[in-house]
Structure formats: structure tokens, C-alpha cells
């Protein structure tokens, strides 16, 4: 069962075009991160979010908390072919005690922009 | 600063052999990380340390994994003996403390393919 459920899988885009990946889950999380991966490394973190309906921008790339904590979206406007890779959410399930930091990916979003 | 080593970065074994992957964290770090990221799926946490004792290993099939982390800085994750459905990237990650205020720093992965 996949607690964390990220659409679309596969993304395809011209270069300039706005785009939206979303990361749901039936859920709460104490905290929600957004990460990108890219062919041959590790996953590098992008933004965490903690607050419900909390909204967080860097540069290019809006992420929003839903409301409930159960859901986030990742917005990239004017994507650029630098913008190519694999982006992970992954929930944080508890506060402090047992297993805190334990992070639960979602299966990824695949996206492509081409020149 | 150094990131997060791992080694061998690529490694073939037949079906029922045993094999073994290093991770280095960032110095400091007290928390690792080992991550399973089987092809198209997000990494699935597989065990927790904190220093040298373990925090969380539910999802280690430990049957056939193990994983020590003896003095508290760098880890072995050993397997025996592999199956076919254990290839897969295995991921090492470090942070500074567990929680979503230390962010995680993963290292570039071991590919193994079993066969």
C-alpha cells in the first residue's frame, strides 16, 4: 500500500510551460518534503513544509501544505531543460520519539522538459 | 565539506550470493540512513540509526539483511543471501540529528543488480 501517492508519474513539457505535480496521501503528516533526484545520485532536498496550508517559494518553484496535512503540490512555472529529474515527496508521520525523521517517498514524478 | 560516501557504486552478483555496501555520513552526523529505491519507486527506509543503536528497522527483511553501524560513524549493509527482487539502489543517508529540522543528506548510491 502506497501512503504517499504523487501524480502524474511521467511529465513531459516544452520548455517555458507551467507545471503542477501533486503528492496525496489519506494521511496527516507532522512535516512534508519535496526532493529531486537526479540519474546516478541521491535525492536532494528541495523545501520542507510543517504548517497546514503553509506556502513556501523558491525561485521558480511554489509548494504548498494542504490545509489538513495530507496532501502538497509542487508548481514550477516557465520550466526551464534544468528542471529535468525525478521529484519525490515524502512525509513525516509522529513528532519526537520512535522513529522520528522517518521519511515515507512517495513513488516520484518524472518530468522531462525539452528545449 | 565532504558529503556522504558510499562504495562500491556498482556491483553484480548471481542469485544466493551474499554481498555488501560502506557508507561514510557526513562527519558529525548522527543519524544514518539506509534506503532501498527500486527502479520507478521512491526510496523505502529500511534501517535507522541514531550513533550506534538502531531507531527503526520494520522494514528490514531481516531474514536476509543486516546492517551494523558499530562505532557510530560509518555502516555496512550486508545481504544473504540476495535474491533477484533485491536489485535495486541502495541509499545511504546522514543528518545531523533526527526530524525535519536536520535536513538529510544522501549519498550517490550503490547500484546492485542481481541475476
Known amino acids: 500500500t502506497q501512503l504517499l501517492e504523487q501524480s502524474p508519474q511521467f511529465l513531459s513539457i516544452q520548455e517555458g510551460e507551467n507545471l503542477t505535480v501533486y503528492c496525496n496521501s489519506s494521511s496527516v503528516f507532522s512535516s512534508l518534503q519535496w526532493y529531486r533526484q537526479e540519474p546516478g545520485e541521491g535525492p536532494v532536498l528541495l523545501v520542507t513544509?510543517?504548517?497546514?496550508?503553509e506556502v513556501k517559494k523558491l525561485k521558480r518553484l511554489t509548494f504548498q501544505f494542504g490545509d489538513a496535512r495530507k496532501d502538497s503540490s509542487l508548481h514550477i512555472t516557465a520550466a526551464q531543460p534544468g528542471d529535468t529529474g525525478l521529484y519525490l515527496c515524502?512525509?513525516?508521520?509522529?513528532?519526537?520519539?520512535?522513529?522520528?525523521?522517518?521519511?515515507?517517498f512517495g513513488q516520484g514524478t518524472i518530468l522531462t522538459v525539452h528545449p | 565539506e565532504a558529503g556522504v560516501a558510499q562504495s562500491p557504486r556498482y556491483k553484480i552478483i548471481e542469485k544466493r550470493q551474499s554481498v555488501a555496501f560502506w557508507c561514510n555520513p557526513i562527519?558529525?552526523?548522527?543519524?544514518l540512513y539506509w534506503y532501498q529505491q527500486i527502479l520507478g519507486q521512491g526510496p523505502k527506509l529500511l534501517i535507522q540509526f541514531q550513533n550506534n543503536g538502531v531507531v527503526d528497522d520494520s522494514q528490514l527483511p531481516k531474514d536476509r539483511f543486516s546492517a551494523e553501524r558499530l562505532k557510530g560513524v560509518d555502516s555496512t549493509l550486508k545481504i544473504q543471501p540476495a535474491k533477484l527482487e533485491d536489485s535495486a539502489v541502495y541509499l545511504c543517508?546522514?543528518?545531523?540529528?533526527?526530524?525535519?529540522?536536520?535536513?538529510?543528506?544522501f549519498g550517490p548510491g550503490t547500484r546492485l543488480t542481481v541475476t
Open positions: 562527519s558529525g552526523h548522527a543519524t
Open positions: 515524502a512525509g513525516e508521520i509522529g513528532g519526537v520519539g520512535t522513529s522520528y525523521g522517518k521519511l515515507t
Open positions: 543517508a546522514s543528518s545531523a540529528r533526527p526530524g525535519h529540522d536536520y535536513e538529510q543528506y
Open positions: 513544509v510543517v504548517t497546514g496550508g
